[in-house]
Nanobody, 125 residues
Framework: QVQLVESGGGLVQAGGSLRVSCAASARSFGAYNMGWFRQAPGKEREFVAAISRSGGRTYYVDSVKGRFTISRDNAKNTVYLEMNSLKPEDTAVYYC??????????????????WGQGIQVTVSL
C-alpha cells in the first residue's frame, strides 16, 4: 500500500508561482514512476506531468510546457511540481499518482494505481 499526501497548494495571482509537493509513504518510492494530474471544475481529470524512477525523463502536457517543472527527491520520498507563470486556467485540484507496475513512464490516468487526495490550486486574475 502506498500513501500519497500532497501539500503546498493555495491561492496565487496570475503570473505568480507555486510549488506543490507529494510525499509518499512507500520505502520503494524510487522504483515508481510518478505523475501529476489535475481536475478543473466541470472538467475531466487530465495529465499534467510525469517523471521516471530516476528522474531522468520527464513528460508534460503541451499547455504547461515551459512553465511547469516536475522533479523528485528519492531520498525524501517526494515528488514536486514547480508551477511558474500561472494562468487562471491552471486552477484545479492537483493530484499526484504513483505507477508501481509499469516499466515505461505513462501519461495515462489508468496506468497509475495509487493516488493522493488532491490539493486545490487557485489562480486569480
Amino acid at each position: 500500500q502506498v500513501q500519497l499526501v500532497e501539500s503546498g497548494g493555495g491561492l496565487v495571482q496570475a503570473g505568480g508561482s507555486l510549488r506543490v509537493s507529494c510525499a509518499a509513504s512507500a520505502r520503494s518510492f524510487g522504483a515508481y514512476n510518478m505523475g501529476w494530474f489535475r481536475q478543473a471544475p466541470g472538467k475531466e481529470r487530465e495529465f499534467v506531468a510525469a517523471i521516471s524512477r530516476s528522474g531522468g525523463r520527464t513528460y508534460y502536457v503541451d499547455s504547461v510546457k515551459g512553465r511547469f517543472t516536475i522533479s523528485r527527491d528519492n531520498a525524501k520520498n517526494t515528488v514536486y511540481l514547480e508551477m511558474n507563470s500561472l494562468k487562471p486556467e491552471d486552477t484545479a485540484v492537483y493530484y499526484c499518482a504513483a505507477d508501481t507496475t509499469i516499466t515505461d513512464v505513462s501519461t495515462q490516468e489508468y496506468e497509475y494505481d495509487y493516488w493522493g487526495q488532491g490539493i486545490q490550486v487557485t489562480v486569480s486574475l
